[in-house]
């Protein structure tokens, strides 16, 4: 029997609520175009969801309630309500932490999609903090879910991000539930949700038997094709909500015999989403009088997608330098904050680059 499905990716949006300056690259020139926000990833969701009904599976790969202004103060409160009206199905974690564990425990459950984590344990109880798997029907067919949080949020983010649970990294508990949701749950395919990084994951793959489909995140990567490793599917989609990760499958007796990827770019021109803009306002006008305060100017164009050296880094951290009086200044080498074209610079662009 021969069935279809599209699974949709979201992943590092970051609380990037509204559309924002992305970085793209026209050969070695680097171009800041709009791009992103949830009005327009609502918006995408909807129609693929129209073009193909009852067959459409839609998941965030975490890095999603922290990150800008709003979804902060709010202690990520604040994106529930939008987040809900994207509708997905199933979601997994790493940033979401940061407000602590008892904070984010509150956000899930106003979620009306699970929250999986098969390598999250409370410390007290040795249990799972959260669900490890879900099953999610389409038409024709049963799709195994299985979530796998950050397993670095107790290892090198401060304490408080972890308080009372530990985190492993998922792949001894992983085969036990591949032969769970396809033996006694009777699946027809098997995803995983990870927020590992695109490294670990493709070493996941490549160790543990039975992944039909990995979605990726953490490592901000703009897969424009998917890497197949161990006959897995993995893809993952950039970040800041300026992409979306689309995978169309067919399976045929519980196996996937094609498929067809999309790396869609949330551009300006997708016309949003009424209900989601109207939504994202609300949480927005509060707090546009501080953000769209103009603090400078860049003659240079502000970017962390080199990660090696970038300019925003080196921004920061000739900052760092002349504020402190050091001899030598470090940062990560992310992907993160959306990028600040040359021209003003205001007081969001400062919090986007520093959160």
Same mark, same amino acid.
């Given at each position: ?44 969701? &909807? ?13 965030? %790969? ?11 103060? +709010? ?20 940033? @979401? ?22 390598? %999250?344990?409370?410390? +007290?109880?040795?249990?799972? /903090? ?5 099953? %999610? ?18 290892? /090198? ?5 972890? &308080? ?36 670990? @994951? ?5 160790? /543990?038997?039975?992944? $039909? ?25 950039? %970040? ?11 399976? &045929? ?23 989601? @803009? ?18 400078? @100017? ?10 090696? &050296? ?38 969001? $662009? ?6």
């Amino acid at each position: 029997m021969t069935d279809q499905v599209t699974l949709l990716q979201m992943n590092d949006s970051h609380g990037y609520l509204e559309l924002h300056p992305e970085l793209f690259w026209a050969g070695d020139r680097a171009e800041y175009l709009m791009a992103g926000g949830y009005a327009r990833i609502a918006a995408l969701l &909807e129609a693929v969801r129209d073009a193909r009904p009852g067959r459409v599976l839609a998941f965030d %790969c975490g890095d999603t309630i922290h990150g800008t202004y709003p979804a902060v103060q +709010s202690g990520g409160e604040a994106l529930v309500p939008v987040l809900n009206a994207l509708g997905f199905d199933a979601m997994t974690a790493h940033w @979401e932490f940061a407000y602590g564990p008892e904070q984010f425990r509150k956000v899930a459950r106003g979620l009306d999609y699970p929250v999986l984590a098969v390598n %999250c344990y409370d410390d +007290s109880s040795g249990d799972l /903090v959260f669900p490890p798997y879900t099953v %999610c029907e389409t038409d024709g067919l049963q799709v195994g879910v299985i979530g796998i949080a950050a397993t670095i949020v107790d290892k /090198v983010m401060p304490k408080s991000f972890s &308080e009372g649970i530990q985190f492993t990294l998922g792949n001894e508990e992983l085969p036990g539930y591949i032969a769970r949701l396809r033996d006694d749950e009777g699946v027809d395919l098997v995803v995983v949700v990870s927020h590992l990084g695109f490294p670990q @994951e493709v070493k996941l793959a490549r160790e /543990v038997d039975g992944i $039909d489909v990995l979605l990726s995140g953490h490592t901000h990567n703009r897969l424009f094709e998917p890497a197949v490793v161990n006959e897995t599917i993995i893809i993952q989609s950039g %970040c800041h909500g300026s992409f979306l990760g689309r995978l169309d499958l067919t399976v &045929e007796n519980r196996r996937v015999t094609k498929f067809d990827h999309d790396l869609i770019v949330v551009g300006e021109a997708i016309r949003p989403h009424p209900e989601v @803009e109207e939504m994202i306002g609300e949480v927005m006008d509060p707090h546009r009088e501080r953000l769209s305060r103009v603090v400078g @100017e860049t003659r240079t164009g502000l970017n962390r997608n080199t990660v090696l &050296e970038a300019t925003m880094d080196n921004l920061l951290l000739q900052a760092l330098l002349d504020l402190t009086g050091a001899d030598m200044a470090f940062s990560n080498g992310w992907r993160y904050g959306a990028p600040v074209p040359p021209g003003p610079v205001t007081v969001n $662009d400062l919090w986007n680059i520093i959160r």
